[in-house]
């Protein structure tokens, strides 16, 4: 039972258009939701957190979504750039309990 | 800088033999945690510790056990590996207690069981 979903498992874009990624998950105890990015051989990268009591968070080039109504969140990238290809997974806790994560998207950035 | 590092990048091992995969943080985490990542899978978590010789399992234990002696270092054990455990290891820490906390993960271990 998948409590977090990230439903597509790879995504291709433009260099310097908006990428956008998405995430469901199903437990409303979740009230923290984090971003990592993962490059191949390496371990995942922190990127982006959002709390439930907001529902958006900015960081450069990166802003996360969260519409709690449809537990739902999406990161947005913009513009995309072709370093920003790499394979992003979303997490999610509630309480002090291990993170959630989702099976991950690939993103191509193509220039 | 949190800094997580872990004892190998690449291990290659025969089935039926015991291996241990180190991981130590420098950053006073209480949490600490092992992950397996696989392709279609996304990290599923194998064993995680809140404390010093306190230990709890994730969502696929079976097949290791762990090992918390000290704050800094957890260590994964594989009992007898098998070929299904060729996997890629990640260890990760966190602060304890927030609910906020952000895992911090080490580079990984690609482990191969011939």
């Known amino acids: 039972d998948q409590q977090v979903k990230q439903n597509s498992p790879s995504l291709s874009v433009q260099e310097g258009r908006i990428s956008i990624l998405n995430c469901d998950y199903t437990?409303?105890?979740?009230?923290?939701f984090l971003w990592y990015k993962k490059y191949p051989a390496e371990g995942p990268t922190f990127l982006i957190s959002?709390?439930?009591?907001?529902d958006k968070n900015e960081d450069g080039r990166f802003t996360v979504f969260l519409n709690k109504s449809a537990k739902h969140l999406s990161l947005h990238i913009v513009p995309s750039q072709p370093g920003d290809s790499a394979v992003y997974f979303c997490?999610?806790?509630?309480?002090?309990?291990?993170?959630?994560f989702g099976k991950g998207t690939r993103l191509s950035v193509i220039a | 800088d949190v800094k997580v590092t872990q004892s190998s990048r690449y291990l290659v091992k025969r089935t039926g033999e015991k291996v241990f995969l180190e991981c130590v943080q420098d950053?006073?985490?209480?949490?600490m945690f092992w992950y397996r990542q696989d392709p279609g899978l996304g990290l599923r978590l194998i064993y995680f510790?809140?404390?010093?010789?306190?230990?709890e399992k994730g969502d696929i234990p079976e097949g290791y056990s762990v090992s918390r002696e000290k704050k800094e270092r957890f260590s994964l054990i594989l009992e007898s590996a098998s070929t299904n455990q060729t996997s890629m290891y990640l260890c990760?820490?966190?602060?304890f207690g927030t609910g906020e906390e952000t895992q911090y993960f080490g580079p990984g271990t690609r482990l191969l069981v011939l």
């Open positions: 990760a820490s966190s602060v």
């Open positions: 437990n409303s105890m979740f009230d923290y």
């Open positions: 959002i709390s439930s009591i907001k």
């Open positions: 997490a999610a806790t509630g309480g002090n309990t291990p993170l959630v």
């Open positions: 950053m006073d985490h209480e949490n």
């Open positions: 510790s809140y404390d010093v010789k306190m230990k």
